[in-house]
């Protein structure tokens, strides 16, 4: 055995009290340090190359097999290299031939019965010019999702807009059409639909409720902070009826638990006093937020000020979230818990969602997008429903976004929780939706750093938690 180094881009330690955690970057799996493992990698913290002979000292606390065991088991992780092979920081670059495609986003309609004043849509339109997608090009979406990803077990179908209430005939045909279809299969439909829930009736929540819809509703908070830039077309501030449709909706739907989505856009930035009304006072299971940081009209992006303090709220809610699981209870902060869900699940994100693999987004003319946020863009398509994906044009895209070397996301300790971030903020700050997105890299890094140690301290002190709670939450 020859010198040994530190791979440093491999692993993170954070420290937990008295305790010591190593994050295995490679893995997303995260390790408490015996005392054995935080010397070695406390020698190795002090020296550039660490010869065998400098293990001696180790040698009145420990014997040389337990030694030996811990410096295999840190050599098999690629935290530790000996010389003899080349440690992995990334995996080397790989072609895709295969589009595991089990998602569907249809853009029912371009038209929206609110004029958000953030909104990113390109193709919205009023209620009146709105577009609406054919039902001939729905089912052919869907049957375009069974060629390219035939025999699986499951798929999922999301109504989106504009305001997808606004063409609710299309959506009862297209579920009609799928449960059917799916049932020859004996595959399983999942349908899913965000919307600013103007237009619920309860009518429409009982027949959401027989076909187990996730329902995300948008709304960003208390009246004067919803009604900042969530209005209708003639300026009015839509909070009092969002209000009530909400209170309908959570007292009448039974199916699955409902979620809200946050905008955050420059001048609301009091995440805590929005969860606490969005969660506590009108009883939505789960709220997450959505920072704008590069949006395309630059006065509604938070400012580099704002950022740090809606970070700093969202620890703050993320320590209370670590409480309640503490107390083996569940707190509904989405941000947190997927944080908490890709380290439990060991995910390792090689990309930043599944745009591309295993999802697209269908247009009001059946052209296929990277995802639901660039319909109507300039973007070229990949394809479309009648021809189906545009294999090479979309493996060369994806293929961009996998290649880290020369990125600043080559050696970061998050880059596979991260993974360079959202495509759609990438195309909207920099023109290139390949582009890490670099302007908050600091401020990820951070929340990552605090996400691992409230994964840690949840992991040490109730292990229970996730079974209870993550894995349940996750199926919902």
Excluded at 44 to 57: S, Y
Excluded at 92 to 110: D, S, Y
Aim: proline share 4%; glycine share 8%; hydrophobic share 35%.
């Amino acid at each position: 055995m020859g010198a040994m180094t530190l791979v440093k881009p491999n692993l993170h330690r954070v420290d937990v009290d008295t305790r010591q955690m190593l994050f295995h970057i490679p893995s997303s799996s995260i390790f408490e340090l015996d005392d054995l493992g935080r010397e070695l990698l406390a020698l190795f913290d002090a020296h550039e190359q660490v010869a065998p002979e400098q293990l001696a000292g180790l040698a009145a606390r420990y014997s040389q097999q337990d030694v030996m065991e811990v410096l295999d088991e840190l050599r098999s992780l690629e935290v530790i290299s000996d010389g003899s092979t080349v440690a992995r920081i990334n995996p080397a670059p790989q072609q895709v031939n295969k589009f595991p495609l089990t998602t569907v986003v249809l853009n029912v309609n371009t038209g929206c019965n609110l004029s958000c004043t953030y909104c990113y849509k390109e193709d919205l339109t009023t209620p009146s010019k709105g577009e609406k997608m054919a039902l001939d090009t729905a089912i052919q979406s869907v049957e375009m999702l069974l060629r390219e990803s035939p025999d699986q077990p499951n798929y999922n179908v999301v109504f989106f807009g504009g305001e997808p209430l606004s063409n609710m005939p299309l959506i009862r045909e297209v579920v009609d059409y799928c449960e059917k279809r799916f049932a020859q299969l004996d595959a399983t439909v999942d349908f899913t639909m965000t919307t600013n829930a103007t237009l619920l009736t309860e009518e429409l929540v009982d027949w959401f409720n027989a076909h187990r819809f996730g329902l995300t509703i948008s709304m960003d908070g208390p009246k004067a902070m919803h009604d900042k830039n969530r209005i209708t077309v003639g300026g009015q501030g839509t909070y009092d009826v969002v209000r009530r449709k909400v209170e309908m909706l959570l007292k009448r739907y039974t199916a699955r638990p409902v979620g809200c989505r946050v905008t955050l856009t420059r001048g609301i930035t009091d995440v805590e006093r929005i969860y606490d009304h969005l969660s506590g006072e009108l009883g939505f299971f789960e709220v997450g937020f959505g920072p704008v940081t590069s949006g395309d009209i630059a006065e509604f992006n938070l400012t580099g000020e704002e950022l740090i303090e809606v970070f700093a709220g969202m620890k703050r809610l993320g320590q209370r979230y670590l409480e309640a699981a503490l107390r083996n209870e569940n707190f509904g902060y989405g941000n947190m818990h997927q944080l908490i869900t890709d380290m439990y699940e060991g995910n390792k994100k090689l990309v930043p969602c599944g745009a591309g693999l295993g999802l697209l987004a269908v247009d009001k003319d059946g052209g296929l997008n990277l995802c639901h946020r660039f319909t109507g863009s300039d973007m070229e398509l990949f394809g479309d429903v009648t021809h189906g994906i545009d294999k090479p044009r979309l493996a060369e895209f994806v293929e961009k976004r996998l290649d880290r070397s020369d990125t600043g996301c080559e050696t970061c300790r998050i880059r596979n929780l991260c993974s360079g971030g959202c495509y759609h903020e990438s195309y909207a700050k920099y023109g290139d939706p390949t582009h890490p997105s670099y302007h908050y890299c600091d401020l990820m890094r951070d929340w990552v750093d605090f996400g691992v140690e409230v994964y840690a301290r949840i992991m040490l002190e109730n292990p229970g938690f996730f079974e209870a709670h993550v894995s349940p939450r996750r199926s919902a």
